[in-house]
């Protein structure tokens, strides 16, 4: 009898099971204020009710009372809701104080609540107003809150009120755009969790597994394991295409055309920087749209959707033109962030713009071509707000449907459109999407296109929230052990001996059994002791002691220094303990699987195509710390084993940090790893997705943006040479990259300098003195750190430009993508390599955006003292240079630019 | 049949009524399916779908009137050019 090994679980499994973790998390910690009400007076029904059999009923008489209390009552409650008229302005604001629920035992709750808030006034979110009913209930059973039928009230949150408590800020109070309708009903305010597109990419998923094996949907599952097979499929694209009058394309992207249009299924088109990938997309609508095809193009970056936009309506001014494929629909909750020419295309669920820009060119039209139409449309006055029936009809037309993941799908033509209702879907920049990301909206259409660059940047990966999707591949005492085995791995050896810390598990004696035998097995030097409260009957100066909830504070008093705390996951409300004590959750082993797996991921491929090794990728070897060891398993007598567990965190990385381009074809060669669980994810069989999916696919090879002296180096560190090559010949000569050194001063601040900001504002004042500057440049300033860029927008608007015709903006490296400029500014702040300057993909993100001119702002000697070391050690001992990415890429910058000045 | 140029407010007319005006013109000039009115009103071919749709809410509204299989403007449509322009449609 043959015996057939297990085979894994489909993708769609790890898929449904991190999104279900990921919503579990948001509804676990809402965001909760208390509304302090008045000391309660005589007989006024607001003492604290007693938990009685009868008090549901009781507390609904009372929430009725409270709604129409007399106004005595009222005038003392609406006291708290301050009217904010400081300025002068009557604007229906109001401030009221609040009271967060800090839980009492969450380090850093107070920072994430600020976040939380600053999020939520920057992008001009809400918060619901809540009754004490309605508080009770988002504590206690959220989800049943979150699916109410009749929502709490919402108000706009304009900004907030913080202090100082000891050493931590708090906020206490919240200015909102009005205040509530019922101000005695009001007990608390909260952030409400967002699950939309999270039960979004639940509901495609539904909707995928659901659907026939013959359905338009039935590519999508075999891209997540649901099907061995894929339908019928043509073998080869198409090579080539007829271009369009007037349409310039090269050969590469003729090609990348070719497949996008020819596909059934799914075309995946390699687009490097510069490569004309707008144009391509460009080119694919119009094609598509001509054939009478419904097309979504989606973009997880405004910058990249506005361009498409931008590059379907630049024949606006052609008044002969009203087309489907120049009409495109961009749709976004506000418009502010949008492109001035994208904006003329906005429309949201309530207002749009659209219509006035459509109305524009019908007008246009019609004074054009109908006879005496100019005369009647000059009797129009200037006021009148009705909409045209031309205008109208062809505003209906929406067969180009612009916008972001979230952004398209919060409009109710997409979001309620059945599954397959739209031909094509085409996503630029879907290096940065994961495959539940890409769900959400592929579910949509029956054929994708999809544009990307794997050596771009990837996938954003918050390691602490992806640790939450590992909650059932490993048993909280499982993860405990990991997560001790995950503190001791980052300590150095002399350090770890001298650990001071206390595990909070249900059952101490198996997890102390359990973190010995995890030790051991890793491999770990110089461990401390390791034991239950009783092994320790006196006093110890370190070590690991594993007790129970209720022994905590006789742990504690057993080191004779202060201990950290780790608790076991569930365990959490049984504890309390300070703040300060606890191990953090991105101290913990799954977000430390996930953060190390990451970068690993990404950069370790690389190291052989540059030769050179990264100290970030060195990190890889502390993973096995992290992960469960057999001996760990058995000692805690779960019936499990280490290859499963490692194959099922391998295949929830796939599902949470990988990008959908990655999945369908750039899954790095296996050989690139030499750890787990990288070896795992890498050996998914991606041939054999290959074959079951078969893509048509498409390098675009040239890139038009860039002088051939800024696109050299990108081209050979990050392409091996294959792609970013030059499409055209440059004559100019007023182009290329200079290294300009700015000494950084001691106590400098590691993520802002005042040096570097103060030589980029001189650099601006030259620009902006020059008498015949050049014709609309535009230059971009460029650092890695937000307060370094806060601190660069606010020099750029002390900058007087004049009647220059030139444009300045700031941008941060992780948001630049999609973006160029005419001269970039790069500002490095730090003079010391960082782990987190090591990711390749940034860097040539970095290094791409320039179309004439490059400038490096910072302590550049430093940078070329360090690579000139680290290379002459790697020479002595016949091996690849151990150094960062950006010592290698300002010495090879150096090389080829001449000395610093 | 051109209207007499005015910036009186009293002869000031709605968008709506000047592009209505506009699409009652170029049927009127002739009998029409959507190409025809798509190439007379100088929009591009693949927006002959808007055109259709547009065509058959005039229709609904009986400005309107179907003839076989092109289309001419009905008695209500005349009507409407008459009072929009303050003389006989041609």
Redesign the interface.
């Known amino acids: 009898m043959i015996a057939f090994p297990d085979l894994p679980d489909p993708l769609s499994h790890h898929i449904r099971r991190s999104l279900e973790a990921r919503i579990e998390r948001l509804l676990s910690r809402p965001v909760v204020a208390i509304v302090p009400r008045p000391e309660p007076s005589r007989g006024d029904g607001e003492r604290e009710r007693p938990a009685t059999p009868g008090s549901a009923i009781f507390d609904a008489l009372c929430d009725e009372a409270a709604r129409h209390a007399p106004r005595g009552a009222m005038d003392e409650n609406a006291a708290i809701w301050k009217t904010e008229d400081s300025d002068g302005d009557e604007d229906g604001s109001v401030h009221v104080s609040v009271k967060f629920d800090y839980g009492g035992t969450d380090r850093g709750r107070e920072k994430e609540i600020i976040e939380e808030l600053q999020a939520v006034v920057r992008d001009e979110g809400q918060v619901v107003l809540l009754t004490a009913e309605h508080a009770k209930m988002l504590r206690e059973h959220p989800r049943a809150f979150v699916e109410l039928d009749a929502r709490p009230e919402a108000v706009q949150l304009l900004r907030f009120e913080k202090q100082w408590h000891g050493s931590v800020e708090r906020v206490v109070g919240l200015e909102l755009a009005q205040g509530p309708r019922n101000p005695a009903s009001i007990a608390a305010i909260a952030v409400v969790p967002n699950l939309v597109q999270l039960e979004r990419q639940l509901d495609a998923l539904d909707a995928i597994e659901r659907s026939g094996v013959d359905g338009p949907l039935a590519p999508l599952r075999a891209l997540i394991g649901l099907e061995a097979e894929m339908p019928e499929a043509a073998e080869r694209a198409p090579s080539d295409i007829t271009p369009a009058e007037g349409e310039l394309l090269d050969e590469h992207q003729r090609s990348c055309v070719a497949a996008a249009i020819g596909t059934d299924h799914f075309a995946v088109v390699h687009g490097p920087p510069g490569a004309g990938k707008t144009t391509v997309i460009g080119s694919i609508i119009r094609r598509l749209?001509?054939r009478g095809e419904r097309v979504l193009v989606v973009s997880p970056t405004h910058v990249a959707i506005d361009n498409v936009v931008e590059k379907l309506t630049e024949l606006e001014d052609r008044a002969?033109?009203?087309?489907?494929?120049t009409l495109p629909v961009r749709f976004a909750t506000r418009p502010n962030r949008l492109s001035p020419r994208a904006q003329m295309y906005w429309s949201s669920r309530t207002s749009q713009t659209r219509e006035h820009a459509i109305?524009r060119r019908?007008?246009a039209?019609?004074r054009?071509?109908?006879?005496?139409?100019s005369?009647?449309?000059?009797?129009?006055?200037d006021d009148?707000t009705?909409?045209?029936?031309?205008?109208?009809?062809?505003a209906?037309?929406q067969a180009v449907i612009c916008g972001t993941p979230i952004g398209i799908l919060s409009h109710d033509s997409v979001a309620n459109a059945a599954p397959g209702t739209f031909d094509t879907l085409i996503i630029d920049e879907v290096s940065k999407l994961t495959v539940p990301e890409f769900l959400g909206v592929a579910v949509k259409a029956r054929r994708w296109v999809l544009v990307g660059d794997p050596q771009q940047l990837p996938p954003f990966c918050d390691a602490e929230e992806c640790a939450w999707t590992l909650r059932d591949v490993m048993p909280p005492e499982l993860e405990l052990v990991c997560s001790v085995g995950a503190v001791l791995e980052r300590k150095k050896p002399h350090q770890r001996q001298q650990t001071r810390l206390v595990v909070v598990s249900r059952s101490p004696d198996a997890v102390a059994d359990a973190i010995l035998g995890h030790a051991n097995e890793s491999a770990m030097d110089g461990m401390p002791c390791i034991g239950t409260l009783r092994d320790a009957p006196h006093r110890i100066s370190s070590g690991v002691l594993v007790c129970k909830p209720d022994e905590v504070d006789s742990a504690l008093e057993r080191f004779t220094d202060d201990a950290g705390v780790l608790i076991e996951i569930g365990l959490e409300s049984k504890v309390a303990i300070s703040d300060d004590r606890l191990v953090d959750g991105v101290s913990r082993a799954g977000a430390r699987i996930f953060e190390t797996s990451f970068n690993t991921y990404h950069a370790q491929p690389w190291e052989a195509i540059a030769r050179q090794k990264l100290s970030l990728v060195r990190f890889r070897k502390g993973l096995a710390k992290c992960l469960p060891t057999q001996n760990a398993i058995d000692k805690l007598g779960l019936d499990m084993t280490r290859p499963h567990i490692v194959q099922d965190i391998a295949d929830r990385l796939l599902a949470n940090s990988v990008s959908v381009y990655d999945l369908l074809l750039g899954l790095p060669d296996v050989a690139h790893f030499d750890a787990t669980p990288m070896v795992e994810l890498a050996s998914r069989t991606p041939q054999e997705l290959c074959r079951r999916v078969r893509p048509f696919t498409g390098v675009l090879k040239k890139q038009y943006r860039m002088h051939s002296s800024l696109s050299r180096l990108p081209r050979r560190l990050f392409y091996g040479g294959e792609a970013l090559l030059d499409g055209r010949t440059d004559e100019d000569v007023f182009a290329g990259v200079r290294l300009i050194q700015v000494d950084r001063p001691d106590g400098t601040p590691h993520e802002s300098n005042e040096a570097e900001v103060e030589a980029i504002s001189r650099l601006l004042e030259q620009v902006s003195s020059l008498q015949k500057p050049d014709e609309g440049a535009k230059i971009m300033v460029l650092t890695a750190y937000r307060e370094q860029e806060r601190m660069i927008a606010r020099a750029i608007e002390n900058l007087e430009l004049g009647s220059a015709p030139i444009t300045v903006e700031s941008c941060t490296l992780d948001s630049c993508q999609g973006r160029e400029a005419d001269y970039v500014l790069l500002s490095l702040v730090r003079n010391k390599p960082t782990p987190f300057f090591d990711n390749p993909k940034r860097w040539n993100v970095a290094l791409t955006r320039a179309k004439r001119g490059l400038f490096i702002v910072g302590d550049i000697d430093a940078y070329l003292k360090d690579a000139q070391k680290r290379k002459s050690d790697a020479k002595c001992r016949g091996e690849w240079p151990l150094m960062s990415l950006l010592s290698r890429v300002i010495a090879d910058l150096h090389a080829h630019s001449g000395e610093p000045r | 049949?051109?209207?007499d140029?005015?910036d009186d407010?009293d002869?000031?007319?709605?968008?709506?009524?000047?592009?209505?005006?506009?699409?009652l013109?170029?049927i009127n000039r002739e009998d029409s399916g959507a190409a025809d009115v798509a190439k007379?009103?100088?929009?591009?071919k693949?927006?002959e779908?808007?055109?259709e749709?547009?065509l058959e809410?005039?229709l609904d509204q009986g400005l309107l009137e179907r003839d076989g299989i092109s289309i001419r403007v009905g008695t209500t449509g005349t009507e409407r050019l008459q009072s929009l322009l303050g003389q006989p449609s041609a």
């Open positions: 749209v001509d002969d033109d009203v087309h489907p494929a109305e019908v007008e039209i019609l054009a071509n109908v006879h005496g139409a005369e009647l449309f000059d009797r129009v006055p009148d009705t909409t045209g029936a031309l205008t109208k009809a062809l209906e037309q | 049949m051109m209207p140029h005015n407010r002869n000031a007319m709605t968008r709506a009524d000047a592009e209505e005006w506009c699409m013109e170029c007379r009103l100088g929009v591009a693949a927006s779908q808007a055109i749709h547009l809410r005039l």
